[in-house]
């Protein structure tokens, strides 16, 4: 959940300048003898072996309870011929606990710093394989295998984003488990007419029943972050690959009613440009056709409203 871009490599956890600014240590080699301070949760010990230093100031949240990964795997439904996504490898402590239970396994990490310790985790499982590159750049479409769940620690950054691209050009992903920030949680799940409504939620919801499963104690992070996280469960409306996806004219329509939220739905779109050839009169009118107001504001309308306004202004 927490963007993961952590770096280097020594023998021992130095005293970084995180550190020497009042940077914790990790909790397993806080206050122990030098003799028996070899962590044992791979985190730990790959954060120690690699000299990784986490820097608050990029998101580096380590997850460090292994415990979590059973809930996300339980969440997941995990089976043995699914083929994985998991965006923001980091560490490796997901991908190992992924490669042992699946078919096949997509690892997505931007950071190359992180090299020498996601191959510390990844190369002992021949079903890995490991993609370097922006999550929001990688040609999705060309992972071969075919994703069939994307299980994910998101880094708060691009956790919206890349679940609807996920969403959007991973026909095959019928299911998706994610930590990601309570408040992007929320907004997905969000219903019409509460303020966390908004594009993410009616883009997300057109495709997915989308559940904020439980909540994440901040504990289970290395740094402990300043934010709340939450598991968030996606599962695909209809068969994979069927016509549940928002077309590009619909994601377009829903962009532009949400895009002057104080206005009208009919002015936003009217500001927006995003109902091309259509006038505002045209658009009160199909409000009144799906049974709302001609005055209505975009988050009064459900995820299928908006399905059925780009019916009837045949965009």
């Not at 997509?106 to 191959?119: G, N, P, T, Y």
């Not at 928002?246 to 009613?257: D, E, I, N, Q, T």
Request: hydrophobic share 40%.
């Amino acid at each position: 959940m927490t963007g993961e871009r952590r770096t280097g490599r020594a023998s021992r956890l130095p005293q970084t300048a995180a550190h020497q600014a009042g940077e914790p240590s990790p909790p397993s080699l806080r206050a122990a003898p030098a003799a028996s301070r070899e962590p044992i949760q791979p985190t730990l010990r790959r954060m120690r072996q690699f000299d990784v230093r986490p820097d608050r100031t990029l998101g580096q949240n380590f997850l460090i309870d292994s415990n979590i990964l059973g809930v996300v795997g339980r969440a997941a439904e995990l089976d043995g011929e699914d083929c994985v996504l998991e965006i923001g490898g980091g560490l490796g402590v997901l991908s190992e606990y992924l490669a042992e239970r699946t078919r096949a396994v997509h690892v997505l990490e931007i950071d190359e710093r992180l090299r020498e310790a996601l191959c510390d985790a990844t190369d002992a499982h021949r079903n890995v394989t490991v993609h370097w590159g922006d999550a929001m750049a990688i040609d999705l479409r060309g992972l071969r295998p075919e994703p069939t769940k994307v299980v994910a620690n998101l880094p708060y950054g691009i956790a919206a984003g890349v679940l609807l691209r996920t969403i959007e050009e991973l026909g095959g992903v019928t299911r998706w488990v994610a930590m990601v920030q309570r408040e992007v949680g929320e907004r997905l799940a969000a219903a019409p007419g509460s303020g966390a409504y908004g594009t993410p939620s009616v883009i997300a919801q057109l495709a997915c029943e989308v559940e904020v499963m439980r909540a994440i104690p901040r504990t289970v992070f290395y740094p402990v972050p300043n934010v709340d996280s939450v598991l968030v469960g996606l599962r695909r409306r209809g068969p994979a690959g069927g016509g549940s996806t928002p077309s590009p004219a619909l994601r377009a329509l829903v962009g532009g009613a949400f895009a002057h939220r104080r206005k009208t739905l009919a002015g936003s779109l009217t500001l927006s440009g995003r109902a091309p050839g259509r006038s505002r009169k045209q658009v009160r009118g199909a409000l009144e056709r799906l049974g709302h107001p001609a005055d209505a504001r975009a988050e009064r309308l459900s995820p299928e409203d908006f399905r059925g306004l780009e019916r009837l202004l045949g965009l």
